[in-house]
């Protein structure tokens, strides 16, 4: 199946998001959901979303550190460490790969 994107789509989704239709496409062309393709194409689906969770707590937590105040608007000190230890996990594992 081929899909089609306007330059509208195009302009607002995200580097990620656009990857992940470009898998989520070829994924769909796949008759056999046992080929390695498919195989291989999920695994990538899967670490691309991976990597945008680790991106996105590595975000929460440096906006935490930087302006005291959680995503949800809520202060909170005690939250501190666990931040630093999200953004210490997600960092290891940006830079592992």
Known sequence: MHFRWTIQ???EW?????IKAFLRERKSSCTNMYS??????????AQVDEEAQ???D???A???LVTGKREDGKYDRHDAAG?????EGALAK???E
């Open 62 to 64: 440096l906006t935490f």
């Open 83 to 87: 931040f630093i230890r999200i953004a």
């Open 36 to 45: 390695p393709l498919y195989k291989r194409l999920t695994k990538l689906e």
């Open 14 to 18: 995200s580097n990620k998001e656009l």
């Open 58 to 60: 590595m975000h929460e």
């Open 54 to 56: 680790a991106y996105k």
């Open 9 to 11: 789509e195009l302009k």
């Open 94 to 96: 940006t830079e592992g």
